[in-house]
């Protein structure tokens, strides 16, 4: 029997980027546009502006490539560039090798603001970070939101 990892460590892009044509950066403007007009028809023109603004912020974001961030499993728990989420703030985890994307895993924490962290892990390093884990947090049925599905549906 091999002996536990001490730690995995690899890197991936901080999320998953879907390449976006000009049909999708026009599609963004006409509606951003439409917006823009009601709002102005409607005497708001400080909400004609702030959805301008978000419009253009959005196809910013959108447009620009994910940087590559180093991910780490220890025995003092999950690193995620340079924050490190101890056991002690997370509750449970899911490896799923089924997604679309790759294997990612799930991990509940305690915290209520951010309640599942996702991070996309190598297909190599799977049983490592398992034989981790299963030590430290109880396996349990994970998903992500609903509405985290439907941004990805968008190309988000």
């Given at each position: 029997?091999?002996?536990?990892?001490?730690s995995?460590?690899?890197?991936?892009?901080?999320?998953?980027?879907?390449?976006?044509?000009?049909?999708?950066?026009?599609?963004?403007?006409?509606?951003?546009?439409?917006?823009?007009?009601?709002?102005?028809?409607?005497?708001?023109?400080?909400?004609?502006?702030?959805?301008?603004?978000?419009?253009?912020?959005?196809?910013?974001?959108?447009?620009?490539?994910?940087?590559?961030?180093?991910?780490?499993?220890?025995?003092?728990?999950?690193?995620?560039?340079?924050?490190?989420?101890?056991?002690?703030?997370?509750?449970?985890?899911?490896?799923d090798?089924?997604?679309?994307?790759?294997?990612?895993?799930?991990?509940?924490?305690?915290?209520?603001?951010?309640?599942l962290?996702i991070?996309?892990?190598?297909?190599?390093?799977i049983?490592?970070?398992?034989?981790?884990?299963?030590?430290?947090?109880?396996?349990?049925?994970?998903?992500?939101?609903?509405?985290?599905?439907?941004?990805?549906?968008?190309?988000?």
């Open positions: 029997m091999e002996p536990t990892p001490r995995v460590t690899w890197e991936a892009p901080g999320h998953h980027h879907v390449e976006k044509g000009n049909d999708w950066f026009f599609a963004l403007a006409i509606i951003i546009i439409a917006f823009v007009v009601v709002a102005i028809l409607f005497d708001n023109t400080l909400f004609a502006l702030l959805i301008g603004l978000a419009g253009g912020a959005l196809a910013v974001s959108a447009a620009k490539r994910p940087s590559i961030i180093p991910y780490a499993v220890t025995v003092r728990g999950v690193k995620v560039d340079d924050r490190l989420y101890s056991f002690g703030t997370l509750d449970s985890y899911k490896i090798e089924e997604d679309p994307r790759g294997p990612q895993l799930l991990l509940k924490s305690s915290r209520k603001i951010m309640p962290i991070l996309p892990i190598p297909t190599d390093h049983d490592d970070i398992e034989s981790i884990l299963k030590e430290k947090l109880v396996e349990e049925e994970l998903e992500e939101s609903l509405f985290v599905k439907i941004l990805e549906l968008f190309g988000f």
